[in-house]
Structure formats: C-alpha cells, structure tokens
C-alpha cells in the first residue's frame, strides 16, 4: 500500500549551544516512524556506536541511521584528510536522499558545524535543499548553522542553554549524551 | 541480567516557546532505549493519538508511554473538572514511578504548564523529584517553567523560535508534530 506523503515537506534548523539539537532530530524520527513515515538519518562528524543507533537498528527499516565519522573528536579549525573525506561521503549521500525523496524525513545531524567549519561547501548545501521533492521534510541540526541556512529554513529553533551540567563538570554519559 | 544503572540521575528541564520541547524529550526516550535503559514518559494534558505513542509500542517494554488527557485542548486558564482529575492521576503515575525507581529515565512531558497553570501544585512537585531515588534521571517540559522548577534542575534548556512556520499558517502535520 502506498503510504500518505506530506503535502508540504518544511526545512527545520536547530542550532545554538544548549543541549537538545540532535535529541530533537531523534525524536522527531520516533515520530515520524509511528505515523508511517520512512526516516533516515545521516550524522556528520560522528562515529562512535550511540543509543541513537541501536535504537534505530530496532524501528528499521523504517528508520535508517548512518554515522560517518571517526570515533575521535574532529579538529574543526584544521580537520584530517579522513574527516574531510567522511564529511564528502556523507554530504554524497544525502544528496542522493534528497534528490531520490524515498524517505519522508531525512535527517543532516551535525550538518550545521561541518557548514561552519567549512567541512562541506554551503553553495552546495543550499542547492540540493532547494532542489529537493516538494514531500521531503528535511532537518539541519548543529552549533553555528550559517545565516544563510536560517535564511531559506521555514523553521529555526535555537536551544539556548539557561544551565547545563557539563559546566558542573558531568560527563555525557551513556544513554544519556549518546 | 542486572542492567546498569546510571551513577547519579540528574534533572533536565527543557522550555521556552520554540519548537523542540516534547521532542527532545522523545530523543531522550529512544537513545536511552538504545543503550539499554528503561524509561516511562508521562504525557500531562495531552490525549491524541500521537506518532510517539505509536511508535513507543514498537519499543515496549523498554519504552512506556501513557498519556493523561483527553483529544481536545485543555482550556488552561479555566481547566474543566474532568481536566484537573487527569492532571491529577498524571502526577500520581509520575510519584509512584519516581519513588519505585524502577525506571531509568521518567519524563513528565507538559508538566511545566501544568505547573504553570496551577493544574498539579508545585510544592508537591519538587518534593517528589527531591525525594527520588540517586539513580533515577527526570526530564519536565513544557512551556512556562516555573523559576523554582529551574533552581532545582541539573539542566535547562530554553528553546527559543527564531523563526516558526506556525507564524506562516502552517498547522501541525501528523508525523511532524504529532
């Protein structure tokens, strides 16, 4: 059976320094996977095997995840070849989502830092945004999300941190930060 | 198998008028699931039948939704009696869960506006989430935290709406924001 598509795929950004921008995106794709929708999710700069994951792995094929990244820390101000290799691969294939519009929501974890830091070219970016099927709802999650991104976005929140706990020194923590 | 607990719960508060409340608290769910933990999500005021509720039965038992309200809005200045009685069995589910400890992570979705509308009273509040057990993590959302809920929490995050296309007459899209 053919399932209900979106009238109107929206672009939505969550960027700021407060914790909730990637947990935001992984809820939205609980979400959207109970009402039937196809979701994947491609994370930037991450590597390491998370929650996200192994949850993700439990509601497939609905939800597909895909991290690219080492399990290091990337150096923004002066990335690795590998990195900059895996920002490409990753940006390559969600561009291939996008144009395809197979999946109802496709998610760009971190694409907002790699924007920043200049990981992935932004003309690019904003190119295959505007170029995707109408039904595609698409999010951008990450510090530092460029102007221009908040400029063609139909929705930008920004998590402003009021307190956070890393500053009273806790950890991320498993089950929790990943 | 004994699964391991968290060494010290903390408190997560995330509001403001942004998008993101609700389903950051969702993302919380899945990635705890994810790794393992059990965690129940108390629904304040809300009684539609939602993507995340859909979607919680496909991660059962792990994840545990239960929603507290009926399908119309609440009329939050003036709550019918009907209303207050399910705010009511809501805070008593959210006691009982936090006292037992049992579950990893409990989020009391909504409650800061009931906070805020004095629907569930908040000396009553704190005194359960002072009174949990060490290893039990809580997230309340919700617009209108109140500054008391604030000073107690580990973490606040404020979503704020830089832009939103409720504004732009966009109404909210099963799948999206339900």
Redo the contacts between chains.
């Keep these: 059976m053919e399932r209900e598509r ?1 009238s ?1 795929g ?1 672009m ?1 950004v ?3 320094d ?3 921008k ?16 196809k979701v994947y999710l491609v994370q930037f700069l991450k590597g390491r095997d ?7 792995a ?2 497939a094929p609905d939800l597909t995840l895909k991290a690219f990244g080492r399990p290091v820390l990337v150096n923004l101000k002066s990335p690795a070849p590998e990195d900059l290799a895996l920002a490409r691969e990753a940006l390559d294939l969600a561009r291939e989502l996008l144009a395809a519009g197979d999946h ?2 496709v998610i760009l974890d971190e694409i907002n830092v790699a924007l920043a830091y200049g990981l992935v070219p932004l003309e690019e970016v904003l190119e295959m945004l505007k170029q995707r099927p109408s039904w595609v ?1 698409v999010v951008l999650t990450g510090r530092g999300a460029p102007p221009e991104l ?1 400029a063609l ?13 890393y500053e ?1 020194g ?1 950890p991320g ?4 930060e ?1």
């Design positions: 979106l109107r929206l939505q969550y960027t700021g407060g914790k909730g990637t947990t935001c995106a992984l809820g939205l794709a609980l979400r959207a996977v109970g009402q039937g929708f998370t929650g996200e994951a192994r949850a993700a439990r509601l109802d929501l709802e908040i976005a139909d929705l930008v929140t920004e998590m402003r941190p009021v307190k956070h706990y009273a806790v923590r498993r089950g929790i990943w």
